[in-house]
């Protein structure tokens, strides 16, 4: 009986761990891997692998990126985002990482999202950023964060940020995966073509209110 209830124990931690792996970047199993432009990336359901070049054929260029000088496009929210994936800078292929330059226009906002597969740092770079996230249990922990300052956003929790300051702001935040996904809140809800009936019902509004959400927040218009 006693063996049986360890070999039970056994097989829980090892489905609990199983069950992490399969939701976490895989480890890498060698030094870098800088993919190979001659392949096509491989779909897995959380990323694409793209298939590595020989090691000897690896450059320091591979390793450094310059896009971030600049800021990306500004959205009607205020909010200019540029994500660096391994796509676009291979030396971070495999290495379960990927990193966004965001940049707010005074009063902007970048509206409450989260990432299933990756908790995310945000360093301030210039500014001063309203910032906070939500747990479980719908407490909110947030703050002003100026210059030099960083806050921490969990895996999978919603958060939020805004320029409360006078001047520009911009934001340089990293999250542990290489692919982390991004889902907006409000698209989310008002934008993916979820029964009118049970929205209405959810928030309290009424047909016409819906219709001007939805307009607002479908994905063929909204940046």
């Given at each position: ?186 698209s989310a809800i008002f934008g993916s073509g979820i029964n009118e009936e049970l929205l209405e019902k959810a928030f309290g509004l009424n047909h016409k209110q819906i219709g001007t959400m939805r307009r607002r927040f479908d994905p063929k218009t909204v940046n």
């Amino acid at each position: 009986m006693v063996e049986k209830s360890w070999v039970l124990i056994v097989l829980v931690v090892f489905i609990m761990h199983g069950d992490e792996s399969l939701a976490s970047d895989p480890d890498p199993i060698q030094d870098f891997c800088i993919p190979n432009p001659k392949f096509g990336a491989i779909k897995t359901a959380h990323l694409s692998i793209l298939p590595c070049k020989n090691s000897s054929e690896a450059t320091t260029d591979d390793f450094v990126f310059s896009g971030l000088k600049s800021s990306g496009n500004f959205t009607d929210t205020g909010l200019a985002t540029f994500p660096v994936n391994p796509t676009i800078f291979p030396g971070i292929n495999t290495l379960g990482i990927s990193f966004v330059r965001a940049d707010l226009k005074v009063g902007g906002i970048n509206p409450p999202h989260f990432h299933p597969r990756a908790t995310e740092i945000a360093y301030v770079v210039q500014g001063s950023v309203y910032s906070g996230f939500v747990d479980s249990n719908n407490r909110v922990f947030s703050r002003v964060i100026e210059q030099g300052e960083v806050m921490v956003f969990p895996k999978g929790l919603l958060h939020f940020q805004m320029n409360v300051g006078e001047k520009p702001a911009t934001i340089f935040a990293c999250l542990n995966s290489q692919n982390p996904g991004l889902q907006k809140i409000p698209s989310a809800i008002f934008g993916s073509g979820i029964n009118e009936e049970l929205l209405e019902k959810a928030f309290g509004l009424n047909h016409k209110q819906i219709g001007t959400m939805r307009r607002r927040f479908d994905p063929k218009t909204v940046n």
